[in-house]
C-alpha cells in the first residue's frame, strides 16, 4: 500500500494551505494557537468564508454543496484546517446531522435544512445522551407520543454540547416504549424555540461552559420533523456515530500542539537552561511524537483503504484512531503544564482594596491548565476509550 502523496495531491495540499493561510482572519487563529475558547461569531465566520469558497461541506454529494474530492483529498483538507491551525466546523449539523438528512431525508427535509447547515444559518446540537444512557444509549427514555401529527416530547438530554447557542436539536426518542430497547427509538429534529424546552448549563471542571443538559416538557414536534421511519431511529444512530469518529484522531491537531510545544521549551527560563535542553522532556516529547507518527501512518491507511470500502459504512479502525488519538492529544496538553510549571495554576490574592493581583506568569501561560483539564473530556465523548476497546474486540479481534 502506497502511503505518499502523488504530485497532484502535494499540489492540492498548496492550494488548500495557501488558502487557509490567507482566508483564515489572524485574531482566529491567534485564539486557537493560545488554547482560547472562540466565540460563536468565530465559528461562523469561519464556516461562512469556507462556505463562499465551496469548501463548506467537502465530503457531502455534489448536489448539495460537495466538492467530489476523494478520501485522500478530503484528509488533506482536514488536516490542513488542522495544523493551520483553523476551527474546525461545527460537527453537530456538518458530521452528523447533515449526512443523515441527505441519507435518510425527504427532498423537503434536504431543501429545508442543508444549505443552512452548510452556511452554518442555522446551528444544531446533538440531542442522544441522557442521565444513565451514555454507553448504554439504546436505553434512552425522553418519550414522543403521537398525537395527530405532532409527536409530544417529554425527558431529558445532558452533555449537549453548545445548546446554549442552537437553533435546532436533532434527538433520540422513545417512541415504542414496548418494542426492544434498539426498534422502538426515533430520530426527530426539533427546533429549540419550541414552547417547553429548557436549557441549562453545566460547568465545566476548566471554568468554561460548553455543555448543558436539555429538558423537554409536552414539546409538540410536527411528524414531518421526524428522519426516516417510525422506530427506525437507532439504525440513522448508528450511521451517525460510525462518521463522529472520522477524523475523530485530530492528528494535525496534535501536529500544531507539538510545533507550538518546541516553541515554548525552546524559551529561556530564568536561572536554567531551556527545557527542550532537559533529557527527560525531550526523551517524553520524542515518544509523543513518534506515537503521532504511527498514528499519522494507521490514519493513511484508513484513508488508502477508504477506496475500496463500501460507501457509508464506518470502519471498525476508527475505534483505533479515537483511542490513540485521544490518548496523544492528552498527552501534549501535560507536556505543556510542564513546560509552564507555577505558572499552571496562577494564584491571584484578592486583596482588602479589592484589587487583584495581575497573574503570575507571561500571558500564554493562563490558558495551559483549563486546556489540560478541558481536553480529559477527548477520551469520554464520542464513545469512551473502553467503549472503543470493546468495539475492537469484536469487530477487529473477533473476541
Ligand atoms: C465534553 C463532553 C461533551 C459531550 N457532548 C455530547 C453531546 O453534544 N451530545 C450528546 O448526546 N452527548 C454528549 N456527550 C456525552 C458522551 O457521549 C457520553 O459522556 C459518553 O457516551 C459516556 O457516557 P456516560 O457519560 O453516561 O458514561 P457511562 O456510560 O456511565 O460510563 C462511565 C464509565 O464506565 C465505562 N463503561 C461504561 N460501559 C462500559 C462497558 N460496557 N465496558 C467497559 N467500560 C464501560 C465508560 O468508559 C466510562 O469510563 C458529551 C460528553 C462530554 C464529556
Redesign the pocket.
Known sequence: MDLRFTPEEIAFRDEVRAFFRSALPERIRAKLIEGRHLSKDDIVTWQRILNAKGWAVPHWPVEWGGTGWDPVRQYIFLDEMQQTPAPSPLQ?GVYMVGPVIYTFGTEEQKRRFLPRIANLDDWW?????EP??????ASLKTSARREGDHYIVNGQ?????LAQHADWIFCLVRTNPSAKKQEGISFLLIDMRSPGVTVRPIQ?IDGGR??NEVFFDEVRVPVENRVGEENKGWDYAKFLLGNERVGIARVGVSKERLRRIRELAAMEREGDVPLIEVPRFREKLAAVEVELKALEMTQLRVVAAERRREKGRPDPASSILKIKGSEIQQATTELLMEIVGPYALPYQEEREDGWNEPPIGPEWAASVAPTYFNWR?IS????????QK?IIAKAILGL
Open positions: 453537530f446540537c446533538q440531542g442522544f445522551s444513565g444512557s451514555g454507553s448504554d444509549l438530554k445532558t452533555w449537549t454540547t465545566t460548553e455543555v473530556k469520554i465523548y464520542g464513545g469512551s476509550n473502553e467503549i470493546n
